[in-house]
């Protein structure tokens, strides 16, 4: 019996790890709330993440095709991208349903601002696009 459990073991260790999976969203913010979180606005925002909960790392594009990267944790099925720069953090969940919250505190010059993005994700993973997110 040792030996059998022995040899798993062993043929385990030296399997081929698994690779890791990015999942890949495009997201629409349909509401843009600034001022300290307040003065909420309809929006048409484009942005698209790479996220990957595996090795814990992340890129996020916003319309004007700049990439951020950033840090990834998965929990309870919801996606959560951190982006920390110069300015400040940002802070992304994408909820299994296609829900997302990004939220943002920067310091500008002598001010600090606190905005928070509304809206829906579609999972992109694999050539996808239809319906909510998705594993």
């Given at each position: 019996m040792y030996k059998i459990l022995s040899l798993a073991l062993v043929s385990a260790a030296m399997a081929a790890p698994a690779m890791a999976q990015d999942r890949t969203f495009r997201c629409t913010m349909t509401e843009a709330?600034?001022?300290?979180?307040?003065?909420?606005?309809?929006?048409?925002?484009p942005y698209n993440f790479t996220l990957n909960a595996q090795t814990g790392a992340g890129e996020m594009e916003q319309r004007e095709g700049n990439f951020f990267d950033g840090s990834v944790v998965e929990s309870d099925g919801a996606m959560h991208f951190?982006?920390?720069?110069s300015a400040g953090v940002e802070l992304g969940t994408i909820t299994e349903a296609g829900q997302i919250i990004y939220t943002g505190n920067m310091a500008i010059g002598d001010s600090l601002i606190h905005y928070r993005l509304n809206g829906t994700c579609s999972e992109t993973t694999g050539g996808g696009g239809a319906g909510g997110?998705?594993?």
């Open positions: 709330c600034r001022q300290d979180g307040g003065n909420c606005q309809p929006e048409n925002i951190f982006f920390t720069n997110a998705s594993k």
